[in-house]
């Protein structure tokens, strides 16, 4: 069964950092593209990054160019998101989602965290 | 970006009606439709991907049709597990976009 739990998130003042992680179990870890994707309370959803399996190829959101980087550690299966100059916008959940392409890339995505919410005030 | 603009934004539906939800897309997303549930509280789930393949798992009293702009989600006598909002999402474009989401209510 996949598993994909998020922690990290929190409370952090404006302009401040934070770095999520997303512990991945069940499945082949190194072999699949994952996924950054948030949720404003209440509101619709937002592809924030994704990155592949080996770590290669990364691509952002325009929303967070320059101020997040994903990257991954194949070795503990875990996945990760670095986040800089945070704006009360980025307030959110955010969501590690595994793609459902596996080690092609398809841009579904399969399986879903339960999410940490930030908070940026 | 593309943009996904679901209808109706909020339906109110009685158990064991058939409900249909579309998405339209700003310019062509070819098949690469998917479609999302989200419960109050959780996370979403997938349920269809490509406009028309079924998710593992997922009760075939859900499909999904069309190609290009038009893409619509049908729920074939509702169940109360299905109350929930859908979201549509293109992955034509990388990252791909959202729909705003579609809320299904007990009438």
């Known amino acids: 069964e996949v598993q994909l739990v998020e922690s990290g998130g929190g409370l952090v003042q404006p302009g401040g950092s934070l770095r999520l992680s997303c512990a991945a179990s069940?499945?082949?870890?190194?072999?699949?593209?994952m996924h950054w994707v948030r949720q404003v309370p209440g509101k619709g959803l937002q592809w924030v990054a994704r990155?592949?399996?080996?770590?290669?190829?990364?691509t952002y959101a325009d929303s967070v160019k320059g101020r997040c980087t994903i990257s991954r550690d194949n070795a503990k299966n875990t996945l990760y998101l670095q986040m800089n100059s945070l704006s009360d916008e980025d307030t959110a959940v955010f969501y590690c989602?595994?793609?459902?392409?596996?080690?092609?890339?398809?841009?579904?995505?399969?399986?879903w965290g339960q999410g940490t919410l930030v908070t940026v005030s | 970006d593309i943009q996904m603009t679901q209808s109706p934004s909020s339906l109110s539906a009685s158990l064991g009606d058939r409900v249909t939800i579309t998405c339209r897309a700003s310019e062509s997303v070819n098949k690469f439709l998917n479609w999302y549930q989200q419960k109050s509280g959780k996370a979403p789930t997938l349920l269809l991907y490509?406009?028309?393949t079924l998710q593992n798992g997922v009760p075939s009293r859900f499909s999904g049709s069309g190609s290009g702009t038009d893409f619509t989600l049908t729920i074939d006598s509702l169940q109360p597990e299905d109350f929930a909002t859908y979201f549509c999402?293109?992955?034509?474009?990388?990252?791909?976009?959202f729909g705003q989401g579609t809320k299904v209510e007990l009438k």
């Open positions: 990155i592949s399996g080996d770590a290669g190829s990364t």
């Open positions: 999402h293109q992955s034509f474009t990388t990252l791909g976009t």
């Open positions: 989602v595994r793609d459902k392409g596996g080690s092609y890339y398809h841009g579904v995505a399969a399986d």
């Open positions: 490509d406009a028309s």
């Open positions: 069940g499945f082949t870890f190194s072999n699949s593209w």
